[in-house]
C-alpha cells in the first residue's frame, strides 16, 4: 500500500451513512468524494468495517500481497462503524464443522468477543482489510496514529459526528 494513500469517512447524520473520500496519492492529503462512476453519486455505506490481518508481500515491487484471512479457524481484531459510533468486533473464519461436512469454504463473518454474529444495520457495507500497522487516525487534521494493535472502539467515543476518522493505509 502506499503511505500517500489516504481514505476518509465522514459520519452523515441526515442519512444515517457514512461518506467515503480519497485524496489523489499525490502527498496533500486533499480530499475528495469518492462517486460512483454510473451515476456520479457519492459513495455512502450504512457500515464501514476495518478488519486487521497479518499480509505477506510476495515480490520485490510489492504488487502481489496475500492477506492471510484463508485458513479456517481464524480470528481477528475489527472495528464496526455503525450508526455514527465505533464497535469492537472481531471477523471469523470459524465454520463449526459445516465446511468438513460439505467440503465447501465459508466467507468469513463478523463476530463479538464470545464469537456471536454482530448486527449490521441495514443498507450497504464497505470492508477494509488492512494491516495490524495500518494508521487510523481521528479529526479533521489526522492526529494521533491508532493502528489494529492499540485500537479500541473507546478511542472514538463522543468525537461523531463532529470528527470523522482518516484511515491510511502504510
Given at each position: 500500500?502506499n503511505?500517500?494513500?489516504?481514505?476518509?469517512w465522514?459520519y452523515?447524520?441526515?442519512?444515517?451513512?457514512?461518506?467515503?473520500?480519497?485524496?489523489?496519492?499525490?502527498?496533500?492529503a486533499?480530499f475528495?468524494?469518492?462517486?460512483d462512476?454510473?451515476?456520479?453519486?457519492q459513495?455512502?455505506?450504512a457500515?464501514?468495517?476495518?478488519?486487521?490481518?497479518?499480509?505477506?508481500?510476495?515480490n520485490?515491487?510489492?504488487t502481489?500481497?496475500?492477506?492471510?484471512?484463508d485458513?479456517?479457524?481464524?480470528f481477528?481484531?475489527?472495528?464496526?462503524f455503525?450508526?455514527?459510533?465505533?464497535?469492537?468486533?472481531?471477523?471469523?473464519?470459524g465454520?463449526?464443522?459445516?465446511?468438513?461436512?460439505t467440503?465447501?469454504?465459508?466467507?468469513?463473518?463478523?463476530?463479538?468477543a464470545?464469537?456471536?454474529?454482530?448486527?449490521?444495520?441495514?443498507?450497504s457495507?464497505?470492508?477494509?482489510?488492512?494491516?495490524?500497522?495500518?494508521?487510523?487516525?481521528?479529526?479533521v487534521?489526522a492526529?494521533?496514529?491508532?493502528?489494529?494493535n492499540?485500537?479500541?472502539?473507546?478511542?472514538?467515543?463522543?468525537?461523531w459526528?463532529?470528527?470523522?476518522?482518516?484511515?491510511r493505509?502504510?
Open positions: 500500500y503511505s500517500n494513500n489516504l481514505t476518509k465522514e452523515d447524520v441526515l442519512s444515517n451513512t457514512w461518506l467515503r473520500y480519497n485524496d489523489l496519492a499525490d502527498g496533500t486533499t475528495h468524494p469518492s462517486t462512476r454510473l451515476n456520479s453519486s459513495l455512502q455505506y457500515n464501514v468495517v476495518v478488519m486487521f490481518a497479518p499480509h505477506d508481500v510476495l520485490d515491487a510489492g502481489i500481497i496475500d492477506i492471510e484471512i485458513d479456517v479457524g481464524l481477528g481484531n475489527a472495528l464496526l455503525r450508526n455514527g459510533r465505533a464497535y469492537d468486533i472481531y471477523w471469523s473464519t465454520n463449526d464443522g459445516w465446511e468438513s461436512e467440503g465447501q469454504r465459508r466467507p468469513f463473518k463478523f463476530v463479538d464470545a464469537g456471536n454474529p454482530i448486527a449490521l444495520a441495514p443498507g457495507t464497505w470492508v477494509h482489510i488492512v494491516t495490524p500497522s495500518t494508521c487510523i487516525a481521528t479529526g487534521n492526529g494521533a496514529c491508532l493502528t489494529g492499540n485500537l479500541s472502539a473507546a478511542a472514538f467515543e463522543g468525537l459526528p463532529s470528527v470523522s476518522p482518516h484511515m493505509f502504510f
